[in-house]
């Protein structure tokens, strides 16, 4: 059994290496940078805001985006998904009657449609007609004043038909700090981000939900939210839509241009996370199961042996430690002690796993007060309509 073990530490030590290097290249050349100073964008961009119950948080974003620069030709679209706390009127009274900002609503959730996907479809669907470009945003993120100039030009200068931004994630209780470096990280440790940006690399569906810019007609191509209406990782199974459809991906480093509170608690991490992980690939129950697995045997046996005075074990957690240190370099993470308390990281990331399995065996998975809907449902999808479009002097 101890050679069986000690054998374990070795395989999980080398997979721990194999990771720290990917993860070093990737801080270096897996995503583009913006340019600090983006060139006036002609084109009319559409900037689509799903949000539902964010009265509390949606505030910096509208004025984050009213105040963007060098974006002559911006509409801002927020679709109020049944919200209970006056969110369309705090959107309404932050724009002050600027004529680019339109909130619309869509009444009660149809069954085959998750409410983050038929809001973003809706949006799509409502964005003025001249628009070639949709700038989809979360409600809890904030932009600094050239973002969407940035994102646009990095979309067009490298001809992608879907760029994935990566924001930087502020955390400030201990268990954010725990807990949300594990998104940035993942992505950074296993994904091969260069390759898969090129025409040549693999298929994979790398998109981060926070902000993410599609060229309308690749957005049109892949089928767009209305493809995916019933997945709960929206984000991955779009992303996976579109690598199907042949389009050219972009990563963006956009840690310095905007960010995003997710979470302010363990128990709205606990209720997030478990409201999606278990499907958070692929929308496979499967995959996740299997990455469990090797997050717990390449990440968890290392440091337990080296509590045993394994020397492999210990290289094991230093190289695990040191992939943190160069992804909290880039996405502007908190390093110390943070990058060190790694396993512990991985142990919250496994019980929030375990918790988003058992809510899903007994069909409780909710979100803000909605029981999300299952992806197996065999239900048709019918089209969501808006059922009402709010400006300033409408609200009066």
């Not at 724009?95 to 009444?107: I, M």
Request: aromatic share 6%.
């Amino acid at each position: 059994m101890t050679e069986i073990l000690a054998d374990l530490t070795l395989v999980a030590t080398v997979l721990c290496a194999v990771f720290a290097l990917n993860a070093l290249v990737n801080s270096i050349w897996g995503r583009r940078k913006l340019r600090a100073n983006p060139p006036v964008v002609t084109e009319l961009v559409s900037v689509l805001i799903p949000a539902r119950n964010e009265a509390l948080r949606i505030s910096p974003l509208i004025r984050s985006l009213l105040d963007q620069r060098n974006v002559p030709r911006m509409e801002v679209l927020v679709f109020d998904d049944e919200s209970t706390d006056g969110t369309a009127d705090v959107v309404l009274a932050v724009a002050a009657g600027d004529p680019r900002v339109r909130v619309l609503s869509g009444g009660e959730l149809p069954p085959g449609w998750q409410g983050k996907t038929r809001g973003c479809h809706l949006l799509a669907e409502n964005a003025d007609p001249g628009s070639q470009v949709f700038v989809f945003v979360d409600a809890d993120v904030e932009l600094g004043p050239t973002a969407v100039a940035g994102l646009v030009t990095a979309l067009r200068e490298h001809e992608g038909g879907l760029l994935s931004a990566h924001i930087k994630q502020v955390a400030v209780t201990c268990a954010e700090r725990l807990v949300q470096p594990a998104v940035a990280w993942l992505w950074t440790a296993f994904l091969p981000l260069r390759l898969i940006q090129s025409d040549r690399g693999p298929k994979i569906g790398a998109l981060e939900g926070w902000l993410h810019v599609f060229d309308r007609e690749a957005y049109r191509r892949c089928g767009g939210y209305a493809g995916v209406s019933k997945a709960v990782s929206e984000d991955a199974a779009l992303g996976m839509a579109f690598a199907r459809s042949g389009g050219r991906l972009v990563l963006a480093e956009a840690s310095e241009v905007a960010r995003g509170r997710l979470y302010t608690s363990w128990q709205e991490i606990k209720k997030g996370y478990s409201k999606h992980l278990c499907v958070g690939v692929m929308e496979s129950r499967l995959v996740m199961a299997v990455i469990g697995v090797l997050l717990g045997v390449v990440y968890l046996l290392p440091p337990l042996a080296a509590l045993s005075g394994s020397a492999i074990g210990l290289c094991g957690y230093l190289l695990a430690v040191f992939s943190r240190v160069v992804t909290a370099r880039t996405s502007g993470d908190r390093v110390w002690p943070d990058a060190f308390l790694h396993p512990l990281m991985v142990l919250a990331f496994l019980y929030l796993l375990c918790c988003s399995f058992w809510l899903d065996a007994r069909g409780q998975r909710s979100w803000k007060g909605r029981l999300v809907q299952a992806t197996e449902s065999g239900e048709d999808t019918s089209a969501p309509a808006v059922t009402e479009e709010r400006t300033l002097a409408h609200a009066r």
